[in-house]
């Protein structure tokens, strides 16, 4: 058994050894390692949680693609899993959204709850030693920062004074280390000594997925139940969904009509915006239907014997919404197959997808009477699980390779080049294969597409020519080659990254057996 002071001081010790002045590499999966083996060490009934591993597994799992792909969604779905772990081991019985929440928390208010205590406690709780001997340390940085401005003051009143302290020589110690000594004793101190909010914490722990049975007599003295008649708030709820359900048939019918059966859109409306807007209506459709969906059976009406209208309309109305989404989904591919794949448009899938589980909690959440704490706790999970294993991809590589082979071969479209280019350092390789070796050509787009292009079918061809983006393209890919070798190629172990390391190897590799020959920048410095 470890307690925490230890395990902060070591932690602490690993952070400054792995993390200063050093990049984003092998050092996260390192230091993952000891954190998981030092809340073991504290607490190894943690091995029994199911919970607790899998959060652990996939903490390790984004740790390892730091190492491996060394871009940024990784790093963050790495921070949120540490934040999970933290508010997971202090309460075991925690939901996954309310362990994240307060490691969030215990990042802000941790140290400075602690401190505070410490130094404001009772008399009799501070005859220890240790405790005396920490309020005489913390005490007396308030008498070292006056002594610290007064020196200063003195410095410039009197030279004489100035000349002598001026001939100190205090160049071992950095202030630049100790400050990030300091950081990352603030972060292992928060790790380790959680600060919950007590309620939300107890609410959390106390509530159930299942809804508490309501008696009528209970439904009617609460505030709604008083507001309106159940009979009438069924009524309500049966007109509402209907009408709903009947409006929503005729935009599915529209999407379905000139989607699959036409292939081509009205006249005036272009593909860009109709996948946009079917977007962004969407999203503010789904979040409007779970809304309404939870008002109506928020209570009674889960049990009410006359609600089995507004139970069957409300499963209508989630399907026809998986509709809608299945016809984005579709409008989504088709612009990919025209414009090419971008990381916005992998996101519209990956939001489709969740929206997608979210309905079916929703569904169940009627079926089997849950509260409103079922669809937090199922769908904080789906999205968290659902984002990495997004970050286990290297997506930066899959859209560039996605967008040479489509655009190599079909010439209808114009593809943005520089989008390509100015992705992460995993997709230098095949740049350099493509352009510098292989000399192959793109056709490239003159405006954004996202934003500009109009285009009344989903099969539209353009004629413009590559050739004046050529020497762009190719010094564009020879800066990304230069400030990848410059930021890393010095690197010391704990920054190693595995497709950093490959990249530049095979880049230089492509280099010495073709005699590329390197085009410099348009102001070399």
């Not at 410095?155 to 004489?160: A, K, W």
């Not at 969906?293 to 989630?318: E, H, P, V």
């Not at 020879?478 to 410059?486: G, N, P, Q, V």
Request: proline content about 2%; aromatic content about 16%; some cysteine.
């Amino acid at each position: 058994m470890f307690n925490n002071r230890t395990l902060i001081l070591i932690s602490t010790a690993a952070f400054c050894g792995l993390f200063y002045h050093q990049s984003d590499g092998i050092n996260y999966l390192i230091f993952n390692v000891l954190l998981l083996g030092a809340l073991l060490l504290r607490d190894s009934m943690l091995l029994k949680s199911k919970t607790f591993l899998s959060i652990a597994t996939a903490a390790l799992a984004s740790a390892f693609a730091i190492y491996w792909y060394g871009t940024d969604w990784p790093l963050q779905m790495n921070m949120l899993s540490l934040l999970a772990l933290a508010g997971y081991s202090y309460s075991r019985e925690s939901s996954l959204l309310v362990a994240i929440f307060h490691g969030g928390y215990s990042f802000f208010a941790s140290p400075v709850v602690h401190v505070f205590d410490r130094l404001f406690k009772s008399a009799d709780a501070l005859k220890t030693k240790e405790s005396r001997l920490f309020k005489r340390v913390v005490l007396s940085i308030v008498p070292l920062v006056v002594v610290f401005i007064f020196i200063q003051i003195y410095r410039s009143g009197n030279p004489i004074f100035d000349k002598y302290v001026s001939e100190l020589n205090f160049d071992f110690i950095s202030l630049e280390w100790l400050f990030f000594m300091l950081y990352g004793a603030w972060l292992m101190f928060a790790f380790f000594k959680q600060s919950t909010i007590r309620k939300l914490q107890h609410s959390d722990i106390e509530t159930p997925d299942a809804l508490r049975i309501i008696t009528e007599e209970e439904h009617t003295e609460s505030y709604f139940g008083q507001l309106i008649q159940i009979p009438n708030e069924v009524f309500t709820g049966v007109l509402l969904f209907a009408l709903l359900n009947v409006l929503l048939a005729c935009v599915n019918g529209l999407d379905f009509y000139f989607v699959f059966f036409k292939s081509k859109l009205p006249e005036g409306i272009s593909i860009s915006q109709y996948v946009h807007n079917g977007t962004n209506s969407l999203i503010t459709s789904i979040v409007l239907a779970s809304l309404i969906i939870l008002f109506y059976f928020r209570g009674y009406l889960n049990y009410y014997s006359k609600s089995t209208w507004l139970k069957g309309l409300a499963y209508l109305w989630i399907l026809q919404n998986a509709l809608l989404i299945f016809s984005t989904a579709y409008r989504n591919g088709m612009y990919i197959d025209g414009f090419g794949l971008t990381h916005k448009r992998i996101g519209v899938l990956i939001y489709l997808l969740l929206t997608m589980i979210g309905l079916l909690t929703v569904a169940i959440k009627i079926a089997l009477t849950k509260n409103n704490w079922f669809l937090f706790r199922k769908n904080a999970w789906a999205i968290y699980l659902t984002l990495i294993v997004y970050v286990m991809f290297d997506w930066d590589s899959i859209i560039t390779n996605y967008n040479l082979h489509h655009f190599e071969t079909d010439k209808r479209m114009e593809i943005d080049q520089r989008y390509l280019v100015n992705l992460s350092h995993t997709n230098l390789t095949k740049l350099f294969e493509f352009y510098l070796v292989k000399q192959k050509k793109l056709n490239d787009k003159k405006q954004d597409i996202d934003n500009e292009y109009n285009e009344d079918s989903f099969s539209s061809s353009s004629g413009r020519s590559s050739m004046a983006y050529t020497h762009e393209i190719e010094r564009m890919v020879w800066d990304k080659y230069r400030e990848l070798k410059a930021d890393y190629k010095e690197h010391e172990w704990p920054s190693e990254c595995y497709t950093k390391t490959r990249n530049l190897r095979e880049t230089e590799a492509l280099i010495a057996q073709y005699q590329l020959k390197e085009v410099l920048p348009v102001n070399p410095r």
